[in-house]
């Protein structure tokens, strides 16, 4: 079942500089969400409140209704959610298959002396998840890289591991920012492919943060944008884009006033 993912009043500060100001929305189960903004708007640092990374200074994060803000995230992870990162940490040596396989023992049945001992039903469900795991690659288009180490692949191309790790964990709400950043054109093809198929097929929930604003009209039902921290406007993409707040907030007010 595809999550609902409600901030109400999401306030974090660090010091004395306030990266998030009671920010609201809500992510229906099952839709594709933007979240959109210049630079330094906080996109990332909400991602972080909703992952466990940041714990908000004020204000509710919930999941089906449920509030975890300030949990761990391998307490969310349970809830269902995963995520990519801004800038991927991969496994620079390891191979593109066990960079995918990262953090799936946490999935393997039973516990960690199971795991160590390696039973037979910890085999079989390891040989599952290589099993999936290669699928995954081959529906990205990576499947070619599979045994290669990660650090022969692009920056981009990085993105689509993790995005491969991601959906590994079999996610109810997938967090990605900004997937198609350092990807050749061909690539942001195949990436909206990939999250159009994921809706068709998945029971998932999406938000990506993303500035390529044709992926973003291309893939979401709806958008927030921030600007500084606080919550700029609500509504499709389209609207976004047409949007004076918006426009002066990508390109300054000068510019605004003379699109006006
Ligand atoms: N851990 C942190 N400590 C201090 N400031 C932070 C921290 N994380 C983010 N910030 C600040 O929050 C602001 C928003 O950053 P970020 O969320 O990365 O924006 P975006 O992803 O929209 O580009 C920036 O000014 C950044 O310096
Ligand atoms: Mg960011």
């Given at each position: 079942?595809?999550?609902?993912?409600?901030?109400q009043?999401?306030?974090?500060r660090f010091g004395?500089i306030?990266v998030?100001?009671?920010v609201s929305f809500?992510?229906e189960?099952?839709q594709?969400?933007?979240?959109?903004?210049p630079?330094?708007?906080?996109?990332?640092?909400?991602?972080?409140?909703?992952?466990?990374?940041?714990?908000p200074?004020a204000?509710t994060?919930?999941?089906?209704?449920t509030p975890?803000q300030g949990?761990?995230?391998?307490?969310?992870a349970?809830?269902?959610?995963a995520?990519?990162f801004?800038q991927?940490?991969l496994?620079?040596?390891?191979?593109?298959?066990?960079?995918?396989?990262?953090?799936?023992?946490?999935?393997?049945?039973g516990?960690?002396l199971?795991?160590?001992?390696?039973?037979r039903?910890?085999k079989?469900?390891?040989?599952?998840?290589?099993?999936?795991?290669?699928?995954l690659?081959?529906?990205?288009?990576?499947?070619?890289a599979?045994?290669?180490?990660?650090?022969e692949?692009?920056?981009g191309?990085?993105?689509?591991?993790?995005?491969?790790?991601?959906?590994?964990?079999?996610?109810?709400?997938?967090?990605?920012?900004?997937?198609?950043?350092?990807?050749?054109h061909?690539?942001?093809?195949?990436?909206i492919?990939?999250?159009?198929?994921?809706?068709?097929e998945d029971?998932?929930?999406?938000?990506?943060?993303e500035?390529?604003?044709?992926?973003?009209a291309?893939?979401?039902?709806r958008?927030?944008?921030?600007d500084?921290?606080r919550?700029l406007?609500?509504g499709?993409?389209a609207?976004?884009?047409s949007?004076?707040?918006?426009?002066?907030?990508?390109?300054g007010?000068d510019?605004?006033d003379?699109?006006?």
């Open positions: 079942m595809a999550a609902e993912l409600a901030m009043g999401v306030s974090l004395g306030e998030l100001q009671e809500t992510v189960p099952g594709i969400f933007g979240l959109v903004g630079n330094g708007a906080g996109k990332t640092s909400l991602f972080n409140c909703i992952s466990g990374h940041y714990k200074t204000g994060v919930s999941i089906d209704g975890v949990a761990r995230p391998a307490t969310l349970r809830h269902g959610l995520r990519t801004q991927p940490a496994q620079l040596q390891e191979t593109v298959l066990e960079n995918v396989l990262l953090g799936a023992h946490t999935q393997l049945p516990g960690p199971e795991w160590a001992v390696r039973t039903r910890t079989r469900a390891e040989e599952r998840f290589r099993v999936e795991a290669l699928d690659l081959e529906r990205n288009g990576l499947a070619w599979a045994h290669l180490p990660a650090d692949l692009s920056h191309l990085h993105k689509g591991v993790e995005l491969c790790r991601a959906l590994l964990m079999k996610p109810r709400l997938l967090l990605l920012d900004e997937p198609a950043a350092g990807l050749p061909a690539e942001v093809e195949h990436l492919a990939a999250v159009r198929r994921l809706r068709a029971d998932i929930t999406v938000v990506i943060v500035h390529n604003m044709g992926l973003i291309a893939l979401t039902d958008v927030v944008v921030l500084h921290g919550k406007m609500e499709t993409a609207e976004a884009q949007d004076p707040r918006v426009i002066e907030a990508y390109i007010k510019a605004a003379d699109v006006a």
